[in-house]
């Protein structure tokens, strides 16, 4: 039921307006899963694995490419939608620069 509202949910083209603003984005699309400023709630993590997007692990071992891939396709465990078709390049980009600032 969570995955399906998720899903359902997340892929409004009228995310953020359609404007590439990553803060917008990230608050409209990824914050209700990601937590407003990239930290999840203990919930989110224990019931579907979701990421905090603040530490090392994601800041340093994910490359851009590979936040890319993860919010064009959605996660492998498929808990995460794909935002394609939902998300233009430029809102991935600007979603992407935006999580990079998390984790300052």
């Known amino acids: 039921m969570v995955a ?11 995310i953020a307006g359609g404007r ?4 917008r984005v990230f608050d409209e699309a990824c ?21 905090d997007l603040t530490t090392n692990r994601v800041q340093r071992s994910f490359s851009d490419a590979d936040l890319r891939k993860q919010i064009i396709e959605g996660s492998r465990n498929m808990k995460m939608p ?18 990079r600032t998390l984790g300052k």
């Open 31 to 51: 914050a209700r899963c990601h937590g407003p400023r990239g930290v999840p709630e203990a919930g989110m993590v224990a019931q579907i694995g979701v990421k």
């Open 20 to 23: 590439a603003d990553g803060a």
């Open 82 to 99: 794909s935002f394609a078709g939902a998300l233009t390049d430029a809102q991935i980009d600007a979603v992407i620069e935006h999580v």
């Open 4 to 14: 399906f509202a998720l899903i359902f949910g997340a892929c409004d083209s009228q």
